[in-house]
């Protein structure tokens, strides 16, 4: 063990009645980067807010460097050399002012440092600390216009300029693609390189294999598992992490029904191939693709936010064309949208309420709405996906990550569909509410068409009979999921984009 | 294959457990509720006659107006809009309905029937510019208000109407605010004592009725509020937000119009210099509600108790020989309290 490292012993937090934390024990060595594992609601933010001094531990010692550190701010963290990127990107950056201002941002903060702006020296700085990083970039752009991935690499960057001791990364790749992330991961590898300790929190098992030298799995407060010799055992990883075993699961694939959904001739961009495609009862497909492969545009054509360029679709034999979303849903054409929190979850509502808000119709007469009809249907929900709250009436927010997207799935499992359209529906979940959200899916799709849009191939592996593979807005590849040639999946996935290797690696 | 953790928790679902309340809970929720009763208490004992159906009747008619307003401005706040052009179409509405009836000579209903159109017209601008025009809420309405207060006054020259005014084209304008018209704002209806209730509280009434089982019961309200609070989920799970926006401002402009003809009412003259406080008011009344049972957010029970709120206090405050200068003062210094406990005390404050 060594003197530099930081080491955690005994840590415990306690919130009202539940124990969050039982004595973590736990040792961050310079040079290496340790990957975090556990389901929601193990202890991992609170573990990750107590190093970076939002909440203070009740017992146990943390000390840095041989030195005893125990944060009580945030800034306070940072100055001891504690440094962490958070999950939501726009937390660590300020889209309006330009890249350099971000970078020296706390400069700029800093008691001391000057009443006048000295442009010039500042962009000097900036520039020095963006070469540091090799973040080849203009430093006078304004952070709103760069892409995710380099405000991502920003908010990093100025992280680093702190010379962090421990550097600590909240799922930092749930808003980048695969290129992006790609990049991400050469950009750390430099940073263990050059001594720092990096703490890395993920759900993704390919970011995990690409980046951990080491895995530590969490699980009800405690540290359930450390793996630290090569090879690195995933499954134990993950066995440590659910107290069961990962089996892979049995995709038992049914018989399928009569066609659904017919489209033909389909063009969803000017100058894209036309496809065809029927999507049948009973049949969960996945559809997968990079990012701007097309994905979000099919899912839009179907449920009436864009229109193809050419082609039909027609809905049980009679044309379906949908300008609405309120006609798709009518037509019993849903679509549960990815990222939740700006698409899905609506705050001020507690559960039953967010569950009903599309059908509404259903649950009042001349307008007139009927409570216990509502919360009969809301309480339905919460059995049959087996969501965690007190009541009905609980709000929204106050339900971990995990039950809130059961919750905007159940929204769509609550009413019968003729076709159910899921837009990454496993985003930033844990693998046990990833299972029980897959579980319904699969259970109630006898009577309609399922088609769910998922980036991770593992995802698309679990849930699906078959997978649809998309490549620069038309269908490259068409798989029973069944013995699949992955290869040969990975090879379409890429398309005729120049990046194929690196998103090969990823994807896997 | 459900884990040990989940099954747990599970049962809980079932028992309905109702959370309980803690001290600053009961605060947040019935503070308000209490502060207005222990108020009413205060002036019953210290400020003689206070107590007592007239006086009771003369707070209600205050704030009848502005709470009619202030239930239109809670109807966009709740849609996450805001409408400043509420005074201007009020005072508005009030020079229409004069010069209708004054100079045109034409009758009471068809002055109604005109101010009302006036304001639906107003809100569905307001509406169009928010939604397709993408004027940000607070411009496209504080332009609107330039706009009303620059044209009500174009058509009389600056002046106030009244019989016997001269036009500007030389004619003495003829016409009468006719009783039908007037009883608007002075006829009484009795209530256990002859001649007790105005018109105007029961109009207040009423549209609080309506409003608050629109929003609170029907889906149309469920819709807004979700819009409100999430324009894009809303969205997706199918409602038409921006026929819902532009209805939101259209209730807000035709109650604003009924506001100003009550106004024309009550003093039976086209009077240009007033309503000038009718917007700070009405806005104020709706902030408050928003502390009322612990809401955290609009709501038309809460913007009749905000404006009530403030009615009290200032028939008390005169009672007791406040001077009338401190009036606004004291408005502010409520607002200031009310929005204390929306923000700072409420889950609202917690979430940021």
Not at chain 1, 209 to 235: K, Q
Not at chain 1, 432 to 448: L, N, P, Q, V, Y
Not at chain 2, 213 to 223: A, D, P
């Amino acid at each position: 063990m060594r003197n530099d490292a930081v080491k955690l012993a005994g840590i415990t937090k306690v919130f009202g009645a539940n124990d969050v934390l039982r004595g973590v024990d736990l040792v961050l060595n310079p040079g290496e980067i340790t990957v975090l594992m556990g389901a929601n609601g193990a202890g991992k933010s609170t573990l990750v807010k107590i190093l970076c001094g939002v909440h203070t531990a009740n017992a146990g010692t943390i000390t840095l460097g041989g030195e005893p550190f125990s944060p009580s701010s945030p800034s306070e963290a940072i100055r001891a050399g504690v440094v962490t990127v958070h999950q939501s990107i726009n937390d660590g950056v300020i889209p309006d002012l330009d890249i350099a201002s971000n970078l020296m941002l706390d400069h700029l903060t800093a008691p001391g440092s000057g009443f006048f702006l000295n442009k010039r020296k500042h962009r000097a700085e900036a520039r020095k600390i963006a070469a540091a990083m090799e973040l080849n970039v203009d430093v006078t752009q304004t952070v709103s216009e760069l892409g995710l991935a380099d405000r991502q690499l920003v908010a990093i960057a100025r992280a680093m300029a702190h010379k962090p001791k421990l550097l600590i990364l909240d799922e930092p790749t749930s808003s980048l693609s695969a290129v992006e992330a790609q990049r991400l991961f050469r950009l750390l590898d430099r940073l263990r390189d050059a001594g720092a300790a990096i703490l890395y929190i993920s759900h993704r098992m390919s970011d995990i294999r690409r980046i951990a030298d080491r895995i530590v799995s969490m699980r009800d407060g405690i540290i359930s598992g450390v793996f630290e010799t090569a090879p690195l055992d995933y499954e134990g990883a993950v066995k440590a992490m659910l107290g069961h075993a990962m089996t892979d699961v049995d995709v038992h694939i049914p018989e399928a029904g009569a066609p659904v959904i017919r489209l033909s001739d389909i063009s969803l961009r000017p100058g894209s191939k036309p496809f065809s495609l029927d999507l049948h009862a009973n049949e969960v497909v996945a559809i997968t693709g990079l990012v701007g492969s097309g994905k979000t545009d099919f899912a839009n054509i179907l449920f009436g936010l864009g229109q193809p360029i050419t082609g039909s679709m027609s809905l049980h034999g009679k044309p379906y064309h949908p300008i609405t979303q309120r006609q798709a849903i009518n037509a019993g054409v849903f679509l549960c949208p990815k990222d939740r929190a700006s698409n899905a979850v609506v705050q001020d509502f507690d559960i039953s309420r967010n569950i009903t808000i599309p059908f509404l119709d259903r649950h009042s007469a001349f307008s007139f709405l009927n409570r216990r009809s509502e919360r009969t249907k809301a309480q339905c929900t919460i059995t049959d996906l087996g969501i965690v709250c007190q009541s009905d009436g609980d709000e929204i927010g106050s339900l971990s990550g995990g039950n809130q997207q059961k919750v905007m799935v159940g929204r769509w499992l609550s009413e019968a569909s003729n076709l159910l359209v899921l837009d990454e529906p496993f985003q930033g979940v844990d693998i046990k509410a990833r299972r029980d959200i897959g579980h319904k899916i699969r259970e109630t799709a006898d009577t309609r068409a399922t088609v769910v849009l998922v980036a991770e191939m593992d995802e698309a592996l679990e849930i699906s009979d078959r997978i649809i593979v998309m490549a620069d807005h038309t269908i490259v590849g068409d798989h029973r999921n069944d013995n699949v040639d992955l290869a040969r999946v990975l090879t379409q996935v890429a398309g005729q984009q120049s990046e194929t290797t690196d998103k090969t690696e990823h994807a896997i | 294959m459900q884990s040990e953790t989940s099954n747990d928790t599970l049962s809980d679902t079932a028992l309905h457990v109702k959370p309980k309340l803690t001290v600053t809970e009961f605060a947040i929720r019935y503070g308000f509720i209490a502060l207005t009763l222990g108020l009413v208490l205060f002036f019953s004992i210290f400020a003689e006659g206070f107590m007592g159906p007239y006086s009771a009747v003369f707070i209600f008619q205050s704030v009848a107006i502005t709470g009619i307003l202030a239930l239109g401005v809670t109807v966009t706040l709740v849609v996450d809009g805001f409408d400043l052009s509420i005074g201007s179409v009020a005072t508005t509405s009030l020079m229409l309905s004069s010069y209708v009836l004054v100079v045109w000579e034409l009758s009471a209903v068809t002055a109604v029937g005109m101010c009302l159109a006036m304001g639906a017209v107003v809100g569905l601008i307001n509406g169009l510019l928010i939604v397709k025009m993408r004027v940000p809420d607070l411009l496209a309405t504080l332009g609107m208000m330039f706009l009303l207060v620059g044209l009500q006054r174009i058509p009389t020259q600056g002046r106030s109407i009244a019989t016997g005014m001269t036009l500007p084209d030389g004619r003495v304008a003829e016409g009468t605010f006719s009783k039908a018209f007037l009883a608007l704002g002075r006829h009484r209806f009795d209530f256990f004592i002859d001649n007790l209730i105005p018109v105007s509280v029961i109009i207040l009434l009423v549209v609080g009725l309506l409003v608050w089982g629109f929003m609170e019961l029907t889906r149309h309200g469920r819709v807004m509020y979700a819009i409100g609070s999430n324009q894009r989920a809303a969205s997706l799970a199918g409602a038409n937000v921006n026929r819902y926006k532009v209805l939101a401002y259209m209730i807000s402009g035709v109650l604003a119009s009924v506001g100003g003809i009550l106004l024309a009412a009550r003093l039976g003259r086209g009077d240009i210099a007033s309503g000038n406080n009718l917007l700070l008011d009405s806005v104020a009344a709706a902030l408050i509600g928003f502390a009322v049972l612990g809401a955290a957010k609009p709501n038309a029970f809460g913007t009749i108790i905000g404006a009530l709120f403030i009615g009290i206090l200032l028939q008390g405050l005169t009672m007791m020989n406040a001077p009338y200068y401190t009036q606004d003062f004291v408005k502010g210094a409520v607002l200031v309290v009310a929005l204390v406990f929306t923000f700072a005390l409420s889950k609202r404050g917690g979430a940021h």
